[in-house]
Every structure is written in structure tokens, then in C-alpha cells.
């Protein structure tokens, strides 16, 4: 069955460093997702992307976030300078429809656990 | 604002038992409601999604409801095994947005 993989499982990085987080959305799927959970939190939307371009952000995704479709098949999450508040697990998703109104089926991957020291 | 409220936070139950969990939102305007499972430490796994029109809909054991017009869901979980211990999450969409907007949960434990 095909399935969203992320890399890498767990990183661990200092507090200013540069973080890129790696997903391989399923592979016939259009629109892509970041959402995060911090510990004990609920899952939070970060930013969806389509053809090529962010379509949607929250007010969590300023402007130390960036994310990119570099090959046609990883969808990248970059975190600038990295806080201690961005320590979360980061989940990337992936759907054929846009995932929301069309009730299309949303695929999470298993996650990147990221943390900031 | 758009919120999604579940109750009970946690529930501890035997295996073999039934539950129902719950769940409130005030999402506008309204698209669906999801139900997911997330294991700890892995990905949200989809269960039902309802639009405005479905009233239940089910997957093998678990049933979810809807009632649009008192903005509540539920989600039964019929013959509890070991396996079902996990959160279960109530996510709801809005018409007029890409973002799914999650509850926080509850979390179920099957004991023997």
C-alpha cells in the first residue's frame, strides 16, 4: 500500500541551526501538508502547497519556514535558526484532492521528531 | 473561533467493552469531520470522514455520528481489543480553507 515516508525519523539540533525535514508524498497525489505536534498538544496545520506554490499558511509558518518540491518527488520543510519552541514532531501529508472540502483522503507520514537544544 | 472540543480527555476500558467518545465543534462554515487514530509516536491513520449530509457512517468496528445541527460527533468503538489502545482524534475542515483543525484528543486504553 503506498505511504508517505519522512526523513529523518528523529533529529536532534542546536538552538540557530538550520533544519531540513524530507518527505515522499505518495506518488500520484497533487497537494502536500505540513502539520506539527508539539508534545502533549494537538496537531497543528504549518502550510499546504500545489502546483509548485503554498497555497495556504498559518500564522506558525512566518518566515523562518520555507518549503520546496526541488525533484517532482520530495517535498522539503526548511526551519531557519532554529528555536527551542520548534522542538515538535512534524508531520508531512499528503492527499489527491485538496484534502478539506472535497473530503479527500489525507496520508500522514509516521513523522520527524525534531529537537532543539 | 474554530474549535474542536473532545471529551473524555482519557478513558481506561476491558477489552471486549464498547465506548463512545465525543466531540464538539465550531467550525463555519462547515465542510466534514474526520476521525483519526494516532498511535503514540506515529501518524494520524484516517477512520471515517462525514460531509454535512451523513448522519454515520462506518470501518469494521468503529461507527461515527454526525449532527450538524447541534455541531456534535461521536465515535463508537464496538468489541474493544488491545490493538484499539491509541488517541483518537476529532478533525474538522471548513469550506473555505486547506487547514484541518484537530482536537486534542482522547486517549483510549484497552486493558486485558
Known amino acids: 500500500e503506498p505511504e508517505v515516508t519522512q526523513t529523518p525519523s528523529h533529529q536532534v539540533t542546536q538552538m540557530g541551526q538550520e533544519v531540513i525535514l524530507r518527505c515522499v508524498p505518495i506518488?500520484?497525489?497533487?497537494?502536500f501538508y505540513w502539520y506539527r505536534q508539539i508534545l502533549g498538544q494537538k496537531v497543528e496545520f504549518l502550510v499546504s502547497?500545489?502546483?509548485?506554490?503554498?497555497?495556504?499558511k498559518s500564522e506558525i509558518f512566518d518566515d523562518q519556514f520555507s518549503v520546496e518540491r526541488p525533484d517532482g518527488s520530495n517535498f522539503t520543510l526548511k526551519i531557519r535558526s532554529t528555536k527551542l519552541e520548534d522542538s515538535a514532531m512534524y508531520f508531512c501529508?499528503?492527499?489527491?484532492?485538496?484534502?478539506?472540502?472535497?473530503?479527500?483522503?489525507?496520508?500522514f507520514g509516521e513523522g520527524s521528531r525534531l529537537t532543539v537544544l | 473561533k474554530n474549535q474542536v472540543e473532545q471529551s473524555p480527555q482519557s478513558l481506561i476500558i476491558l477489552e471486549g467493552k464498547n465506548c463512545t467518545l465525543q466531540?464538539?465543534?465550531?467550525?463555519?462554515?462547515?465542510?466534514?469531520l474526520r476521525w483519526y487514530k494516532q498511535d503514540t509516536g506515529r501518524g494520524p491513520v484516517s477512520l471515517t470522514i462525514?460531509?454535512?449530509?451523513?448522519n454515520t457512517k462506518s470501518n469494521g468496528r468503529y461507527t461515527a455520528t454526525l449532527d450538524a445541527d447541534t455541531k456534535q460527533s461521536s465515535l463508537h468503538i464496538t468489541a474493544s481489543q488491545l490493538s484499539d489502545s491509541a488517541s483518537y482524534i476529532c478533525?474538522?475542515?471548513?469550506?473555505?480553507?486547506?487547514?484541518?483543525?484537530f482536537g486534542t484528543g482522547t486517549r483510549l486504553q484497552v486493558f486485558p
Open positions: 462525514m460531509t454535512f449530509s451523513e
Open positions: 466531540c464538539n465543534y465550531t467550525v463555519s462554515p462547515f465542510s466534514n
Open positions: 506518488s500520484n497525489h497533487l497537494y
Open positions: 502547497f500545489y502546483n509548485n506554490e503554498i497555497s495556504e
Open positions: 501529508a499528503s492527499s489527491y484532492f485538496t484534502g478539506t472540502a472535497n473530503t479527500g483522503e489525507l496520508f
Open positions: 478533525v474538522v475542515s471548513a469550506d473555505n480553507t486547506d487547514k484541518l483543525i
